[in-house]
């Protein structure tokens, strides 16, 4: 009997200053009608300066916990996704750890991201099937609000940011009954480094911190948005085929497409790439802006929460980000 990777508790949080269209209007040289018809925003969440991403995963982690009935001294290990750490070192996954008042395990941070979901998932998947740990927190948490750029220059990332974090509790699923991760499959490319990146602050750099640097913008994240949109849009569907050609399965196999909510042009071409009907691929973009490696699992939260996956589902789940890095994965809910 094969044992499986299941995951038995969800949580999400946003922190709770809404940012609209109209509030950016009154930031930066931008329009609601250009941030609605390029990317399908209304709306995100943005932290107050005083909170940080492991702030916002400790928050979803206790959801999570919560959800899943568990004691949280039960959770062996935890993996930690973000692009936007509280420091520049350590990473978040041991700050969720002390928030959460659990000692000496093991704190794993993954650096994709807007794949790290689907990097972190997999990374689970491979502890748990192996028996090498039972019980893992998975936290993915963003906080990019506090660093965009809100020149001309800049505009084009700063509109489609949002804050937020989502954890889930992954342990093994030994009953034989065919529920829990099917497969993961990850893709990177590193000659597109410099396409969708934070150049400084770097250690190639010495000193690394200069007034300069500052005065360049050089501490902004910066993109080359049509590259990144075009690869998105063909990657994310190869790498669903992928996968489904690894399961021996077929795109009439899947009840819902989680892509990454990058930009809702984006997760729709992925949808008509893939010949989803609309009402299989999940959106919730509209409000709460691109969370990056926090995007999938706020999506995979909300949708359950809701009602609409049921148990016995099966899942694809995509993303596509900086790196550049993708992949796919599949769960039977
Ligand atoms: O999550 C990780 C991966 N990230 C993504 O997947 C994002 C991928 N890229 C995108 O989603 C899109 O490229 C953007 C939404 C970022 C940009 O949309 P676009 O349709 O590719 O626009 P563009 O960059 O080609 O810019 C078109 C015009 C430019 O003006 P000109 O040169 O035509 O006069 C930009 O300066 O729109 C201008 N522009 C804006 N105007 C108003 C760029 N950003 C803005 C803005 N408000 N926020």
Redesign the pocket.
Known sequence: MERRTVVSGLGFYVPPRVVTNFD?EKM????DE??RE??GILERHWAESGVGASDLGYEAAVKAIENAGLDKNDIDFIIAATLSPDHYFPGIGLMVQAKLGLKEIGALDIRD??SGFLYALSVADQYIRTGTYKKILLVAAELQSANLDFS?EG??????FGDGGAAMILEANDSGDGRGVLGCYLFSDGRFVSE?WMDKPSSRDNPTFRVEFFQQGKFYPR?N??T??KN?CEKMPQAVLYGLQQLGLSISNIDYLIP?Q??D??SQMVGRALRLPEEKVIRNIQRYG?T?AASIPIALAEAVQNGLIKKGHLLALTA???GFTWGSAFIRW
């Open positions: 950016l930066m040289n931008t329009s250009w941030i390029r990317t991201q807007c001309d505009r084009d990332m700063s509109v489609l969708l993109m948005g049509r990144v949109f998105a990454h990058a930009n042009r984006i691109n990056t596509f980000g900086s």
